[in-house]
């Protein structure tokens, strides 16, 4: 009996296997014909994209199957919602009768199939699928290491740039193309219930002595990982861990040649697989004679009660679930999902007590799981491209779900209220059609509001009435504009005679038009709007009041449809609002979100911190704090190519799930390493120091650069104190020339205004002139082109605070001639070093704006390094570099031109163009994308976003096969979100200018910026 109960529930797991196919081709493809979807399976031996290959030719010369066969097969092969726990009832085999040849049959075929498949290999066709797409990851990851250098994604040499700050959330390593499971670890380890039985587990200890079977051999090895990384995100001090040996052990798990892209939702249900045959083998070690309970199960299934009529026939069956999937084309937001979902086919008959020969089926959950996720299905298949499509359509859902009327226990009450919402739709639709009536009347092609109808014909009816004809008064002898027109000639007696007719006609064509140029002004009795020839006072006393009153009537009956309208909308609103249909309340926990197209995209997670109380953001080693109106952005769809596909909710009257571990002892919450057992608290501590070792290597590596630069600083100052011995007379430079004439102009200033003439009161006299001269230009408000302090370090210095000793030797430097030898104290000057940076920056500016506006789109690197060490100066004081904007401004529009010339090159198709214009996008504008998306800036991200959307917009497009594999290979590049800088060229080399070169040059580059777009200047 116990053998025969096993097979059956194999069975009965292959019955829910081949079902989830049926349900992935129904989707994908459209078909609806159960027949032909198995016949398609059957055909490709379950390989899904063959199936779908043979629908795409089959799909149109086959009959869609009708509405009686279709409940037939539904009911034979299980309901489209049972998800992939293998926990599912032994009675879905049969759903409509107790025939026991299916029993029989049910055996001999688990019999037949087990020998082949179980005890084989204990791997479906399912997980070998997903094995073609673990290895397309780790392939990723090994054949990016053979890219050039300006491809790889590497770490920052810096380890104190990938060091942990404080409890910081621990971020994931993205090892190729693995955003989708960096996501759905993130949204797992934070269940803190999770998180614990994943920390504690322990292996069965049978399996140490008996030799392990397939899933044994694959299962305990991804546990052990599994706590491993897990233990990692707990303690350690790194920023982000790297979790390529767990995805190791996924790929080692299955042998596959082939690849696909990675779907998180079945990755998903297939990682809750093997947690739950993990957990199961140990629940079973366990059990004391009782029935084991699986903490997978518990945490991540329930059932549902699905109750219906199949041709006048009633049934009742419980079924279970895991991840629920639920249709996003259609729907407005989340609880009208949840409604087309719990009801299929025509229901009327299932109240009634005649014997209907419709059908259908409602579903009422019995028992929801503490965690409740949903599968949004945003992807579908278009038969005209003959590939899938992704659905951008917008679909709201609120941070509380309360799941009341979707109960069995709430089935009669909900049944009413859905009765009552379907009478108010009903009386709503007849309501909004008659306001349609109101707000577009007319029996044309346009359509006005009735009111505004009635309104102008008020105001016609008003106008001062006109007794001649609108052409007959305009007078043909003086036209318009104070021209006087010749007489006309009269015609003869004979034309007379044979042109009576035409005597009207021909007279209004002699009449000179009004020429809006020539004339300036309307005739002066010419009215405004068209006017009642003729109309008495009485009869414009009857319609004025007629025409009043029927726009009031108007106006009354849409203010009270509208009223109505309103009232209907409030009372659907509300329906659900009572106390007792708000008692099981689901929190939302997390939002699984993907940005692309249905071949190519980015994942990444929001998760909700319970205890900072906001929401976080999660995407692969960046982890910030977020917002709902972020979360909003980028979760609700129809925005941009960003939307939710996945929506976990927790159960908000189970806190445990959230809730912090306390020490039994003390009664403290257990935090950080505390949380670990044993062998995890050894392993974090070896990965720590192994960082901490790397840390001090660092340490040791910089603190012998700074040495030797010391030494080169001493070496250089004595050769200059050498040099200075032997140059009585320095060759004059420019800048010494400049600084002279200077010098010179205040020492002639301070004799001719001071009294004394002894050389120590005039020297004194001369710097302080000087002194008062560049603190005037200092405090000036001055244009970009007239930046004073290119022409002179002392305005530097005054404007950002400096010493007043550094002031003192910088202006004896300047009068003395001992010049070498306070140059030779001032060298390790910071102030010094800092105006050196400035000017540094400053060329790498002028430099990059040169090349931009001669349209050389080179200036690209010459304007990212000249953003980046300007916010290094911005940071540390107001005027120590330039404006910001305008250097942001000028970044993103450097890239904008260079991602449409690289788009250009794409479109030409030729092989030599594409590859160049690939070229530029991945050594130049991949690179730089982080640059703009880690400050989060409003118009970095829109121009971000406008690169994207044009690449993405290929995708739809007819293309050769050749561009299309390096479009679907490079996509994944663009479309990373991940905040990591990627590494890219070497600064550029830059030229040696004067004090006065640098300020002319830099004064001319900013006076043509005021040929600039506003946002620029």
């Known amino acids: 009996i116990q053998g025969l109960h096993c097979r059956l529930k194999q069975h009965s797991y292959r019955l829910e296997h081949q079902q989830t196919l049926l349900n992935q081709l129904r989707e994908v493809t459209g078909t609806t014909d159960v027949q032909l979807l198995q016949q398609a399976l059957q055909v490709s031996n379950g390989d899904l994209a063959e199936a779908v290959a043979f629908l795409t030719e089959k799909n149109a010369k086959v009959p869609q199957q009708d509405e009686t066969t279709y409940y037939q097969t539904s009911q034979v092969a299980s309901d489209k919602y049972i998800s992939v726990g293998s926990q599912a009832d032994t009675n879905v085999i049969d759903l409509t009768g107790d025939d026991k040849d299916d029993l029989q049959r049910a055996i001999a075929l688990s019999l037949e199939e087990s020998n082949r498949a179980f005890r084989e290999t204990g791997i479906t066709d399912e997980e070998q699928a997903i094995s073609r797409v673990l290895e397309a990851s780790i392939a990723e990851n090994k054949a990016s290491l053979k890219r050039t250098h300006t491809e790889v994604w590497s770490d920052s040499p810096n380890p104190y740039d990938r060091k942990r700050i404080d409890t910081c959330p621990v971020g994931l390593k993205n090892v190729g193309n693995t955003c989708w499971f960096s996501a759905v670890i993130q949204s797992l380890f934070n269940l803190l ?13 049978r399996v140490h002595d008996l030799p392990r079977n397939q899933k044994e051999h694959r299962n305990l090895p991804f546990m052990q990982e599994l706590r491993n990384l897990f233990s990692l995100m707990v303690g350690s001090k790194r920023k982000y861990v790297d979790p390529s040996r767990a995805v190791e052990i996924l790929k080692d798990a299955f042998k596959s040649s082939e690849s696909q892209q990675q779907d998180v939702s079945e990755f998903t249900h297939k990682l809750l697989d093997w947690l739950e045959d993990a957990f199961q083998m140990k629940a079973e070690e366990d059990r004391e004679g009782e029935k084991p309970k699986n903490p997978m199960v518990e945490l991540f299934y329930g059932r549902f009660l699905a109750v219906g009529v199949l041709e006048g026939k009633k049934f009742e069956n419980t079924e279970m679930f895991g991840q629920y999937p639920l249709q996003v084309n259609g729907f407005k937001d989340l609880h009208e999902c949840l409604e087309a979902a719990m009801i299929e086919g025509e229901i009327e008959s299932l109240h009634s007590a005649e014997n209907s020969a419709r059908s259908g089926q409602e579903h009422w959950f019995t028992e929801l799981p503490p965690v409740l996720t949903f599968e949004l299905s945003r992807f579908e298949f278009n038969q005209a491209l003959g590939r899938p499509e992704k659905i951008h359509n917008k679909l709201e859902f609120p941070s509380m779900l309360y799941m009341d009327r979707y109960m069995d226990r709430n089935r009669d009450i909900t049944r009413i209220k859905r009765e009552e919402i379907r009478r108010l739709k009903e009386h709503l639709t007849l309501l909004q059609q008659r306001l349609e009536r109101y707000l577009s009347y007319g029996s044309g092609p346009k359509r006005f509001p009735l009111a505004d109808v009635l309104q102008y014909a008020m105001e016609f009816a008003s106008s001062k009435p006109v007794c001649t004809s609108p052409v007959e008064d305009i007078d043909s002898s003086a036209p318009p504009g104070g021209t006087t027109g010749q007489p006309l000639p009269p015609p003869s007696t004979a034309e007379q005679d044979s042109l009576p007719a035409l005597e009207t006609s021909a007279q209004q064509q002699r009449i000179p038009i009004h020429k809006p140029f020539t004339q300036s002004r309307l005739p002066p009795d010419l009215p405004m709007h068209p006017a009642p020839r003729h109309i008495t006072e009485e009869e414009l006393r009857v319609l004025e009041g007629c025409l009043h009153r029927w726009r009031s009537e108007v106006e009354n009956d849409t203010r009270d449809l509208q009223g109505s309208i309103n009232r209907i909308h409030r009372t659907i609103d509300l329906m ?200 005037r230009f200092a405090q000036e408000d001055t244009p970009p082109e007239n930046d004073y302090r290119l022409q002179h370090i002392i305005v530097y210095f005054i404007q950002n605070q400096a010493p007043k000793k550094i002031l003192e030797r910088t202006l004896l430097t300047q009068f003395f001639t001992l010049y070498i030898v306070f140059k030779k104290k001032e060298k390790k000057s910071m102030w010094h070093q800092a105006y050196r940076n400035f000017r540094e920056t400053t060329i790498f500016m002028m430099s990059g704006l040169e090349l931009f506006q001669k349209t050389k789109y080179e200036a690209l690197m010459y304007l990212i390094y000249s953003y980046q060490y300007n916010k290094e100066l911005l940071s540390k004081g107001l005027y120590r570099g330039h404006d910001e904007e305008l250097l942001g401004y000028y970044r993103r529009e450097c890239l904008l031109k260079l991602n449409e010339q690289a788009a250009a090159m794409f479109e030409s198709g030729e092989e030599a163009e594409v590859s160049t214009g690939l070229g530029i996008m991945n050594e130049l504008v991949v690179p730089c994308i982080p640059l703009l998306l880690i400050h989060d800036t409003e118009r970095d991200l829109l121009a971000v976003e406008d690169m994207r959307n044009r690449w993405c917009s290929y995708l739809g497009q007819e293309m050769e096969s050749n561009l299309q594999e390096k479009l679907t290979d490079f996509l994944p590049k663009l479309l990373d979100c991940s905040t990591e800088i990627k590494s890219f060229h070497d600064p550029p080399k830059l030229p040696a200018y004067s004090t006065l070169e640098l300020s002319e040059r830099f004064s001319r580059v900013m006076a043509a910026l005021g040929r600039v777009p506003t946002e620029a200047r």
Request: charged share 30%; aromatic share 10%; glycine share 4%.
């Open 193 to 205: 219930e999770f998180q614990r039985l994943v920390l504690n587990y322990s292996p069965p200890a």
């Open 576 to 775: 659900y609002s009572d106390k007792s249909m708000m008692q099981v309340p689901y929190r939302l926990h997390a939002v699984l979100v993907h940005e692309g197209q249905a071949n190519a995209g980015h994942y990444w997670a929001y998760i909700y911190d319970p205890h900072q109380r906001c929401w976080m953001k999660y995407n692969d080693i960046s982890v910030t704090k977020s917002s709902w109106e972020e979360l909003v952005r980028d979760s609700f769809g129809g925005y941009r190519n960003a939307s939710a596909y996945c929506l976990m909710y927790i159960n908000d009257k189970k806190p445990f799930l959230i809730e912090e571990e306390f020490d039994k002892e003390t009664g403290q919450v257990l935090s950080g390493m505390d949380k670990l057992p044993p062998d995890l608290k050894q392993y974090v501590k070896e990965d720590n120091e192994l960082f901490g070792k790397e840390i001090e290597e660092w340490d040791a590596l910089q603190a012998r650069k700074a040495q030797q630069e010391k030494l080169a600083l001493a070496t250089a100052a004595a050769d200059a104190s050498a040099t200075a011995k032997y140059m009585e007379q320095p060759s004059p430079t420019n800048d010494s020339k400049h600084l002279q004439e200077d010098t010179e102009r205040a020492i002639s200033r301070a004799a001719a205004e001071q009294e004394e003439r002894s050389p120590e009161a005039l020297l004194n006299a001369a710097i302080k002139l000087e002194y008062a001269r560049l603190l």
